[in-house]
């Protein structure tokens, strides 16, 4: 859940290219077969939003509204309600755009099994510990590209950061690598020692607030490496002196 605040910056959907003749074979006709439809275009705004939150949102108000009529039951009320509020999301985004972003995914599967396991076998243990499954996961995930010198975070913020360096890619993902881990050790501290309720806050409004400022805090690495445009770029250079690249 936390990555995807990141992952709202990024578009790593390929748009569609548009239908161009094509001469086949040197015989002069051009086949309307080549027609590319378009992809649909992401989540953003509002629907985006929605799709991120929405769940994590129902699940602290199912929890804090249980409280109030079933103290006893609340947390497994809440998992009904976080489960049902996945599948809709995952329902929309699909209805939407013909594709399921990968942490959606992710995220979305582990709820089911894990919210499943709880209400199946009247244990919490399960959900409380589904956020460090999904951060080890992704940890693992990031560490095994680094071993492999190949951060793998790269093929997720791509797009959104084309001119970002292979240095500093390693360190981004070495950086969340660090945080994935860090959180995953924070949630069993929590859930082991403090209350159900405590535990809520910090799954939900706790790790967003962490989330958003330790995003913030790889700004300055992010713009410290960044490949330099090509100098002998005409339409750059004369762009970047105000004028029109020559026909």
């Known amino acids: ?4 605040l990141v992952e709202r910056l990024l578009r790593t959907a ?11 074979m040197g015989s002069g006709v051009y086949c309307m077969n080549d027609t590319v439809a378009p992809a649909r275009a992401p989540l953003s705004g509002w629907p985006k939003a929605a799709v991120d939150f929405g769940p ?9 509204l249980g409280g109030e009529y079933a103290p006893d039951q609340k947390l497994f009320l809440a998992t009904g309600v976080f489960m049902a509020a996945m599948v809709v999301a995952m329902a929309y985004s699909w209805l939407k755009t013909r594709r399921i972003e990968t942490m959606l995914l ?3 599967g582990l709820v089911l ?11 919490e243990t399960f959900i409380k510990i589904k956020p460090t499954i999904v951060y080890g996961i992704f940890a693992a995930v990031l560490g095994y590209g680094l071993i492999t010198r190949k951060p793998l975070l790269k093929l997720v913020m791509g797009p959104a950061l084309p001119d970002m360096t292979d240095e ?3 360190r981004l993902t070495r950086n969340w690598t660090l945080f994935f881990i860090g959180s995953g050790i924070l949630n069993e501290v929590v859930w082991r020692n ?3 309720d405590i535990w809520v806050a910090l799954d939900t409004w706790g790790m967003v607030i962490v989330s958003i400022l330790f995003t913030a805090s790889q700004l300055p690495m ?3 490496h960044q490949n330099d445009p090509p100098k002998d770029d005409p339409d750059k250079t004369d762009l970047a002196k105000g004028g029109a690249p020559e026909a």
């Open 106 to 108: 992710v995220t979305g």
């Open 222 to 224: 992010i713009l410290k």
């Open 14 to 24: 390929k748009p569609g290219k548009p239908w161009r003749p094509r001469n086949h």
């Open 113 to 123: 099994v894990f919210g499943g396991l709880t209400l199946l076998l009247k244990d």
């Open 168 to 170: 500093g890619w390693t």
């Open 56 to 64: 994590l949102i129902l699940f602290f108000l199912a929890n804090w």
């Open 1 to 4: 859940m936390q990555l995807r």
């Open 194 to 196: 403090f209350s159900t």
